[in-house]
């Protein structure tokens, strides 16, 4: 069963908190105080936007914890895709995806069929409506390993951060 509270989180790093292993949720702290997050149970609603220097970032940094991210058009937006328990708020933390200033921690993923609805800021009551979002032309032509499908994409050099 759902909860009847969601966050709303960009892709990919929706999927990379039910599926790959992404354990805190950065936010600022203003952002935690006027959304009125707090620990409890919350559904992950998979925003619609998403940014392709985000998805490549996040090509290359799962990579690292051996996790393959899906390609960017089998990425569900605008929908719930599943749920987490919010364990606690932090400050500081030893978790590699930690970036400040403040985290949501994060556990017991568990992913759901996508439930398409709209997401909103902060924790929200969230109603299940509507359609998924479309691939944008980007996420259906995005190659992930070039001319070798299936391997995976390298670089020479790390892709840069998508924020400051």
């Known amino acids: 069963m759902l909860p009847p509270l969601a966050l709303s989180v960009r892709q990919p790093w929706a999927w990379a908190i039910i599926h ?94 996508p439930v398409p609805g709209k997401g909103a800021l902060g924790y929200f009551r969230w109603q299940a409506g509507g359609q998924v979002a479309k691939p944008a032309v980007w996420m259906k032509g995005w190659q992930e390993a070039g001319l070798f499908p299936g391997l995976e994409r390298g670089w020479k050099e790390p892709p840069g951060k998508p924020w400051g």
């Open 20 to 113: 790959g292993g992404k354990d805190i949720e950065n936010r600022t702290a203003g952002s935690i105080r006027a959304g009125g997050m707090g620990p409890g149970p919350v559904a992950i609603h998979a925003a619609t936007g998403m940014r392709r220097a985000e998805y490549e970032w996040a090509v290359w940094r799962l990579q690292r914890d051996g996790v393959r991210l899906p390609l960017p058009a089998d990425l569900v937006r605008g929908a719930v895709i599943g749920r987490v328990d919010v364990v606690g708020i932090v400050e500081e933390s030893e978790s590699p995806w930690f970036g400040g200033p403040c985290g949501l921690v994060l556990a017991n993923p568990m992913a759901v069929e």
